[in-house]
């Protein structure tokens, strides 16, 4: 089993910065990937961006390439999500998740963390 935690949600005005954690813990032994995704009230969640644990190789959603940046730290377990030029569209929770293998989905979930934009 993998736990993540999420943390560093709030509000923030429009045109503001968040910077979101995501504690990893557990059988962490293998990890291909992690990810960042996001879902607004009556919307589907959707992906925001990955990075590779290894290579640090990163993806991200073109709503938010530019003004996100993913990033982890491979000795303390942490993914970061930093978010500058935040916009009310950006209010959702945010989740990350645990991918093990290329070509497999992400298997472990936090359980979120309430990110709110007022314009």
């Known amino acids: 089993q993998v736990q993540l935690v999420e943390s560093g949600g709030g509000l923030v005005q429009a045109g503001g910065s968040l910077r979101l954690s995501c504690a990893i813990s557990g059988r962490t032994f293998r990890r291909y990937a992690m990810g960042w995704f996001r879902q607004a009230p009556g919307k589907e969640r959707e992906f925001v961006a990955q990075i590779t644990w290894s290579g640090g190789f990163t993806s991200y959603a073109d709503s938010v390439k530019g003004r996100f940046t993913i990033s982890r730290d491979t000795v303390n377990n942490t993914v970061y999500l930093q978010m500058n030029s935040l916009n009310p569209e950006d209010t959702a929770v945010y989740f990350c998740?645990?991918?093990?293998?290329?070509?497999?989905?992400?298997?472990?979930w936090g359980q979120g963390t309430q990110v709110t934009v007022s314009s």
């Open positions: 998740a645990h991918r093990s293998q290329p070509g497999l989905g992400y298997t472990y």
